[in-house]
């Protein structure tokens, strides 16, 4: 399967405790993006990287959260004391950087925070 | 307001109807428009993009009219696996993503 893939698929865990997810992109596709959705929600995006350059970090998104690309192919986001609030599904898209930035999103990562 | 926004729904249609969701876009740099399709606890997946002329493929048809911030998206002779959310995204030159909400299809035999 040459998609886009996550993992782990679904991540369990107490308030409080770090968690890292991970994203292996299509390996073509130089642009990475990490988007979180809650239930009746769309995709909210969090950033993205072009390369191993992280280009954009939403306003949105607290000091707690912190995403790498460090040799430009996969990507790790990490989740520093997390909250109940960040129960959400992590998905990661990566794209050609072409003018039309055409995304292929990954099966997501499923966050609960007991 | 939200940047992208689109009517929720849920549309719910018989099979053979056509039916037809709009989205609207509050940032005039916008420069990418594409419709997705979700399916319950599933990831997006690209539906088609949208053309500033237009464009069809097969039982779908998507508008943008640039001078209003509105994109639509047509679809014929619904069919039951038509039945998911349907995602409204605005790319801006940047690279940067908006999604909308999404608009709930629900169609019945």
């Known amino acids: 399967d040459t998609g886009v893939s996550q993992d782990p698929r679904h991540k369990i865990t107490k308030r409080g405790q770090n968690v890292t997810f991970r994203c292996d992109p299509i390996s073509e596709h130089n642009r990475l993006y990490w988007y979180r959705q809650t239930l009746g929600q769309g995709p909210e995006f969090l950033t993205y990287?072009?390369?191993?350059?992280?280009?954009?970090k939403s306003r949105l998104l607290s000091d707690r959260f912190s995403a790498e690309r460090p040799k430009g192919s996969f990507s790790t986001l990490e989740i520093q004391r997390t909250e109940q609030g960040d129960s959400a599904m992590y998905l990661c898209a990566s794209s050609l950087e072409l003018d039309r930035n055409e995304q292929f999103f990954g099966p997501g990562t499923r966050l609960t925070v007991l | 307001r939200k940047e992208v926004e689109q009517d929720p729904g849920p549309f719910n249609v018989p099979e053979g109807a056509t039916v037809a969701f709009n989205c609207t876009y509050s940032n005039s740099a916008s420069q990418s428009f594409f419709w997705y399709r979700q399916d319950c606890r599933k990831e997006p997946k690209l539906l088609m993009s949208v053309y500033s002329s237009g464009n069809e493929d097969g039982r779908f048809t998507a508008q943008l009219n640039r001078a209003s911030q509105y994109i639509s998206l047509l679809i014929r002779d619904s069919k039951l696996s038509d039945s998911a959310t349907y995602l409204c995204v605005v790319n801006t030159n940047a690279g940067k993503s908006t999604f909308g909400d999404g608009t709930t299809l629900t169609v019945k035999p």
């Open positions: 990287f072009q390369n191993e350059a992280q280009l954009e």
